[in-house]
């Protein structure tokens, strides 16, 4: 005779690629405004260095197994339009648990493009110290171009915050920040250093 057990094992809901990003004590467990802000001009800035930027997004999600949260491109457009800046933003919250998987999401397509990044901040850095404009370098411009093209589409005007980036100078600033703040990723524990950067001076 079989004995059936009375309880099952506890199977963990939580996606192994997000568990060990701890939850900060943010009021009502959602993003605060900033942080949703961050993570999707991160992945802006993603999408300009990489030409299929959406759909490797929707590609890491799959091999991470966060299907379950970002399960298709609707999903990963209602989720990153918690972000207030943008032209449609929706107003229902980005969830900890979503924003974990677009974070880590991030940081795996980040370790890809390193070795880009290392070279577009050199050479940034090169024309800067010698007073040369940006486009002196074909990929750095074409960087920049993209990230400002895809600002300006998907940004609303009207925000206060999207008209300090009117001019090309403060968005190429945005985007070479945004380049310093990736890199950050591919660090030593850079995915849960950029995690917690996220809610410097958010939560106590």
Known sequence: MSVI????????????????????????????????????????????????????????AEELDLKGIIK???????????????????????????????????????????????ELLMVSHQLHEKQMPFDQHFRLSDYLERFRAHFRSRMNPRRMAVVAYTSDDKLNELALSLLEQLLFCTGTNGMQRLWTSLFDGEVE
Do not use: F
């Open 72 to 118: 298709n491109r609707v999903s990963l457009w209602r989720i990153r339009s918690t972000n207030p800046l943008r032209r449609y933003s929706q107003r229902s919250p980005l969830t900890l648990t979503q924003a974990k998987a677009l974070v880590v999401i991030a940081c795996h397509l980040t370790r890809r493009l390193t070795v880009m990044i290392r």
């Open 5 to 60: 057990p009375l309880t099952s094992p506890t199977v963990s809901s939580v996606p192994v690629a997000i568990e060990n990003l701890l939850d900060p004590p943010v009021p009502d467990g959602v993003c605060p405004r900033r942080a949703r802000q961050q993570i999707d001009l991160i992945l802006l800035a993603i999408e300009a260095l990489d030409l299929k930027g959406s759909e490797a997004i929707l590609s890491m």
